[in-house]
């Protein structure tokens, strides 16, 4: 049985909720599920824009037989070629075969590589400032490279002041009923999702999100419709503000969070009495994460809003303790930037995971590194908590003057 939302006099949102999925990409925990979106304007001509995920197929082609009857789909515009949005363009062609597929050029090379079907016939290929007329609506495209695909543009519906954002303005999680991001409650139940999934799917490409955002500025925009998570008609600014800090990589809050990765357990108790004196030294708001147990997708999202971050791990065959070598990497590939880092290392023997660690982010930009490194022989003693004391003043103090 179909599911449709109506989103204005024309357009309807015909996607899919998932709550079946556990890995998104086969790698991001998704513990909500997951949404695919996909919108209908019905209008002289049809339009749908974008297509859904394979696992959800049925669904989604109900949806749409269900707004067309007896009509044909006119046009297939396809923002983003990742599979999760392009895997059913082959299912509409063989359903439609009239219907034409809007992308650019980049578009249509790599539709030739997923799918085997002659396009030549079909495409309708378009580049920056091109439009296209259905009737009422005149739809304008303009391109957003590595947003977070070569091949990736939105789309802007002149008319009704709609961005058909593709995977920007996106958010883990499947929706439950509500589409609209005023109409369940963003910030305390959505915010999290999105911001993990902005800083893991698009957040090495913060340059061109800020390219994108520059061009959107320059336009009226009454609702934004992502690939991924609810519609923005309400407040529309206070989510673009959100993805300026990610994509400028400022941080949302001037405070400190520590991540460990302990043996053991005495570098784990190193990062908890650390934690207990910066709270003594005024600073407020601090998070604490284990490397073993926090998926490296959550602490790279925490990373993107802490100014300040303390990275402890244990010396592990003369390398970095496992769990942590993972969220070093992926911090580093997620272009994090304009951050203070401190560290603090275990080893019985041999110490080797401070000058490790800040190796594998030195290589980032606008970051700055304190001083007062900490080592811990086996377990602290007297001499290594007063180190730890006076690595929590610097980091204390650090914070106070960047408030």
Same mark, same amino acid.
């Given at each position: 049985?179909?599911s449709?939302?109506?989103?204005?006099?024309?357009?309807?949102?015909?996607g899919?909720?998932?709550?079946k999925?556990? $890995?998104?990409?086969?790698?991001?925990?998704?513990?909500? !599920?997951?949404?695919?979106?996909?919108?209908?304007? $019905?209008?002289?001509?049809?339009?749908?824009?974008?297509?859904v995920?394979s696992?959800?197929s $049925?669904?989604?082609l109900?949806?749409?037989?269900?707004?067309?009857?007896?009509?044909?789909?006119d046009?297939l515009?396809?923002?983003h070629? #990742?599979?999760?949005? /392009?895997a059913?363009?082959?299912?509409?062609?063989?359903?439609?075969?009239s219907?034409?597929?809007?992308?650019?050029?980049?578009t249509f090379t790599?539709?030739?590589?997923?799918?085997?079907?002659?396009?030549?016939?079909r495409?309708?290929?378009?580049?920056?400032?091109?439009?296209?007329c259905? !009737?009422?609506?005149?739809?304008?495209?303009?391109?957003?490279?590595?947003?977070?695909? @070569?091949?990736?543009?939105v789309t802007?519906?002149?008319?009704?002041?709609?961005?058909?954002?593709?995977?920007?303005?996106?958010?883990?999680?499947?929706?439950?009923?509500?589409?609209?991001?005023?109409?369940?409650?963003?910030? %305390?139940k959505?915010?999290d999702d999105?911001?993990r999934?902005?800083?893991?799917?698009?957040g090495?490409? !913060?340059?061109?999100?800020?390219s994108?955002?520059?061009?959107?500025?320059?336009?009226?925009?009454?609702?934004?419709?992502?690939?991924?998570?609810?519609?923005?008609?309400?407040?529309?600014?206070?989510?673009v503000?959100?993805?300026?800090?990610?994509?400028?990589?400022?941080?949302?809050?001037?405070?400190?969070?520590i991540v460990? !990765?302990s043996?053991?357990?005495?570098?784990?108790?190193?990062?908890?009495?650390l934690?207990?004196?910066?709270?003594?030294?005024?600073v407020?708001?601090i998070?604490?994460?284990?490397?073993?147990?926090?998926?490296? %997708? #959550?602490?790279?999202?925490? /990373?993107?809003?802490y100014?300040?971050?303390v990275?402890? /791990?244990a010396?592990?065959?003369?390398?970095?303790? @496992?769990?942590?070598?993972?969220?070093?990497?992926e911090?580093?590939?997620?272009n994090?930037?304009?951050?203070?880092f +401190?560290?603090?290392?275990?080893?019985?023997?041999a110490?080797?995971? +401070?000058?490790?660690?800040?190796?594998?982010?030195?290589? $980032?930009?606008?970051n700055?590194?304190?001083?007062?490194?900490?080592?811990?022989?086996?377990?602290?003693?007297?001499?290594?908590?007063?180190?730890?004391?006076?690595?929590?003043?610097?980091?204390?103090?650090?914070?106070?003057?960047?408030?």
């Amino acid at each position: 049985m179909y599911s449709v939302k109506k989103i204005n006099a024309d357009a309807y949102w015909v996607g899919v909720n998932d709550r079946k999925i556990n $890995l998104f990409e086969n790698v991001y925990p998704v513990k909500r !599920g997951m949404s695919y979106n996909s919108y209908l304007v $019905l209008d002289e001509k049809t339009v749908l824009l974008d297509t859904v995920d394979s696992s959800v197929s $049925l669904q989604f082609l109900e949806n749409i037989e269900s707004l067309l009857g007896e009509r044909t789909l006119d046009y297939l515009i396809v923002n983003h070629m #990742e599979p999760d949005h /392009c895997a059913n363009i082959g299912a509409i062609a063989q359903k439609y075969p009239s219907v034409k597929i809007v992308g650019n050029a980049k578009t249509f090379t790599m539709m030739s590589q997923f799918f085997n079907f002659d396009i030549e016939d079909r495409k309708v290929v378009v580049k920056e400032g091109d439009t296209l007329c259905s !009737g009422r609506h005149t739809f304008t495209f303009v391109m957003a490279p590595m947003v977070h695909w @070569p091949e990736a543009m939105v789309t802007y519906d002149t008319t009704d002041k709609i961005l058909y954002s593709a995977d920007a303005f996106g958010s883990f999680g499947a929706m439950s009923g509500n589409i609209f991001a005023d109409e369940c409650e963003f910030e %305390s139940k959505w915010l999290d999702d999105a911001r993990r999934y902005y800083t893991n799917i698009v957040g090495k490409y !913060g340059a061109q999100v800020q390219s994108l955002l520059k061009k959107a500025s320059a336009i009226e925009i009454s609702m934004i419709c992502p690939l991924h998570g609810p519609i923005w008609r309400e407040n529309i600014g206070f989510f673009v503000d959100k993805y300026d800090k990610w994509s400028s990589y400022t941080p949302e809050k001037q405070s400190v969070m520590i991540v460990y !990765g302990s043996v053991h357990g005495h570098t784990e108790n190193a990062a908890e009495i650390l934690a207990g004196l910066l709270g003594e030294k005024g600073v407020k708001e601090i998070a604490v994460y284990n490397a073993s147990t926090t998926h490296f %997708s #959550e602490i790279v999202a925490e /990373c993107f809003k802490y100014s300040h971050i303390v990275f402890a /791990c244990a010396t592990y065959n003369m390398s970095l303790f @496992p769990p942590m070598q993972i969220v070093l990497h992926e911090v580093a590939e997620h272009n994090l930037q304009n951050r203070t880092f +401190a560290f603090v290392e275990n080893g019985t023997w041999a110490p080797v995971a +401070a000058k490790l660690m800040q190796e594998s982010l030195e290589k $980032l930009k606008n970051n700055k590194f304190i001083e007062n490194k900490v080592t811990v022989k086996s377990a602290l003693n007297e001499q290594s908590f007063s180190d730890l004391e006076k690595l929590a003043d610097a980091i204390a103090e650090d914070v106070k003057n960047n408030i």
